[in-house]
């Protein structure tokens, strides 16, 4: 260690640090913060006492020169080396006393261009102070909750938690504004909804102008008050069809033939239109389009002009090749009185005219045919000569042909005429029902939803058919035609008390 010249001295050190000052008593509680949490320092967060007691560096640069002198008064002079060394031994405390104080605050960013300062947080206006500082609790608390903000350290500085980036949402393009003539129009259906040709105006101008979301508000709204309108919902389907909204397109449909489930029309609309829209490489599909042909006649297929709904089915089956079906859906459609009950048969027989009965028939009705006519063929056979006995013939299992192609021809002929004769009946049955109920339907002219009002002679003949229905038919025949009735007369209330009073779990 180089000689610097000093000796120790048993004197204490004076002029470095004022051992009597009110700072050294505060036990440094004026520079120490308090929370382990510590936030931005401000002059207005120190007491005004301790501010007042803190020594400068005017103070401490002129102890350090009293000091100074006290010690060279008795050698008078002290040699460069010693100088030196006191010199060291004072910027080294400097800087022991600098480290022990807390680091200053940051100074707020100088705003050049305005020259007007904010409120400088002082000791007479504490409201100041609380408006620029932040608690440190508060700090802790919104750095737990919320991500990206400031949070607070234990040497005082202030780290920003890198945000956590989030997925980009695509943008939602803006809905266009509603031309000024929608909203006159919108307005005059609001405030007089019942006249039905301001709505025919409005739905003629949203279709026009092409604007999805006005072709929507007018729509939903229309069909609040007009559910029964089948063909406005054709209509808004279509449109939503235009913008290649497929799926609200189909929902569009179910919504409107929920509204109306006995619109013939409707259901072949909506049909049409999963048959256009469905992927014919799927494998589900044609049982999807099967299901929604069975649910179409379910709801519909009893009304007595639902002839063109079973007809669909009916051929959209022979499409398939599926013959056994379509000879099942005829069996159903024979026994259902409607107008067209005649051309049904007619059909039906030509279908077994023209198919090989095995491919017409399911596999349990074939087999149980071929052995009764195995049966009869045999009793003939014996009744024509009783000495001899007839051995049973045997026969293929299955649907397989018989060997003999003589009698593979008299079997397939003789098939035909018992499946006609078997529905024959069901036919002859259905044929009387429907010409009791024939007259009602003639007298109906109008069997769908219109404001205009009704006739009185057709109102007086919806009342004459529920009564004949109720006194006649089947429940299930009952609560069709009331539906149907009160599509057509749904402004007369009376109807509506009638249906009530006798259906009053149905209506």
């Known amino acids: 260690m180089e000689d610097t010249g000093l000796h120790h001295s048993d004197e204490p050190l004076t002029g470095m640090l004022d051992t009597n000052s009110t700072a050294m008593e505060e036990n440094g509680d004026g520079y120490l913060p308090v929370s382990s949490h510590t936030t931005e320092w401000s002059l207005g967060q120190v007491p005004p006492e301790t501010l007042a007691n803190m020594p400068t560096d005017?103070?401490?640069?002129?102890?350090?020169?009293?000091?100074?002198?006290?010690?060279?008064?008795?050698?008078?002079?002290?040699?460069?080396?010693?100088?030196?060394?006191?010199?060291?031994?004072?910027?080294?405390?400097?800087?022991?006393?600098?480290?022990?104080?807390?680091?200053?605050?940051?100074?707020?960013?100088?705003?050049?261009?305005?020259?007007?300062?904010?409120?400088?947080?002082?000791?007479?206006?504490?409201?100041?102070?609380?408006?620029?500082?932040?608690?440190?609790?508060?700090?802790?608390?919104?750095?737990?909750?919320?991500?990206?903000?400031?949070?607070?350290?234990?040497?005082?500085?202030?780290?920003?938690?890198?945000?956590k980036e989030a997925p980009e949402e695509p943008a939602v393009p803006a809905e266009p504004e509603l031309p000024s003539e929608f909203e006159r129009l919108f307005k005059g259906c609001e405030e007089n909804p019942e006249d039905f040709n301001g709505w025919v105006y409005l739905l003629q101008h949203v279709e026009q102008e092409n604007i999805l979301s006005a072709v929507r508000k007018a729509f939903d709204v229309f069909f609040l008050r007009y559910p029964y309108c089948y063909g406005y919902w054709k209509k808004y389907a279509d449109i939503e069809k235009k913008h290649d909204n497929i799926q609200v397109a189909e929902e569009v449909y179910r919504r409107g033939l929920q509204a109306i489930p006995l619109s013939v029309d409707l259901w072949l609309h909506y049909l049409s239109y999963i048959k256009e829209n469905s992927d014919l490489s799927d494998p589900e599909t044609e049982g999807r389009i099967r299901a929604a042909y069975e649910h179409a006649v379910l709801a519909a297929g009893t009304d007595f002009r639902s002839d063109r709904l079973w007809e669909s089915y009916i051929n959209w089956e022979t499409e398939q090749q599926k013959l056994a079906n379509v000879t099942a859906v005829y069996d159903r459609i024979l026994g259902i009185p409607t107008q067209l009950y005649s051309q049904h048969f007619q059909r039906f027989k030509e279908h077994v005219q023209n198919n090989n009965p095995k491919h017409f028939l399911s596999e349990e009705e074939f087999v149980q045919l071929r052995v009764e006519l195995s049966k009869a063929n045999l009793a003939a056979m014996v009744g024509e000569d009783d000495e001899k006995p007839v051995a049973e013939e045997e026969l293929p299992p299955g649907t397989e042909d018989l060997t003999d192609p003589a009698?593979?021809?008299?079997?397939?002929?003789?098939?035909?005429?018992?499946?006609?004769?078997?529905?024959?009946?069901?036919?002859?049955?259905?044929?009387?029902?429907?010409s009791k109920r024939w007259a009602f339907e003639e007298g109906i002219k109008r069997p769908y939803f219109h404001v205009k009002a009704l006739e009185k002679t057709q109102l007086n003949n919806w009342k004459e058919y529920l009564d004949f229905e109720i006194e006649n038919g089947t429940p299930e025949r009952v609560v069709v035609l009331f539906e149907r009735c009160l599509i057509a007369c749904a402004l007369y209330e009376e109807f509506w008390m009638k249906g009530m009073a006798s259906l009053p779990h149905k209506i």
């Not at 206006?125 to 991500?147: G, H, K, L, R």
């Not at 009698?407 to 429907?434: P, S």
């Open 58 to 163: 005017s103070d401490l640069s002129q102890d350090s020169q009293d000091s100074l002198g006290q010690q060279q008064h008795p050698n008078h002079e002290l040699n460069s080396t010693e100088l030196e060394s006191v010199e060291k031994f004072q910027l080294t405390s400097g800087q022991l006393f600098q480290e022990e104080q807390p680091p200053p605050p940051p100074l707020p960013p100088q705003n050049t261009e305005n020259p007007e300062q904010p409120p400088e947080c002082t000791v007479e206006s504490p409201q100041n102070c609380q408006e620029m500082t932040i608690e440190p609790e508060a700090t802790v608390q919104d750095a737990t909750e919320v991500s990206g903000e400031a949070e607070a350290t234990e040497d005082g500085m202030e780290l920003e938690e890198p945000s």
């Open 407 to 434: 009698k593979r021809v008299t079997e397939i002929e003789n098939m035909r005429h018992k499946v006609i004769e078997a529905r024959q009946e069901v036919f002859n049955l259905n044929e009387h029902e429907v």
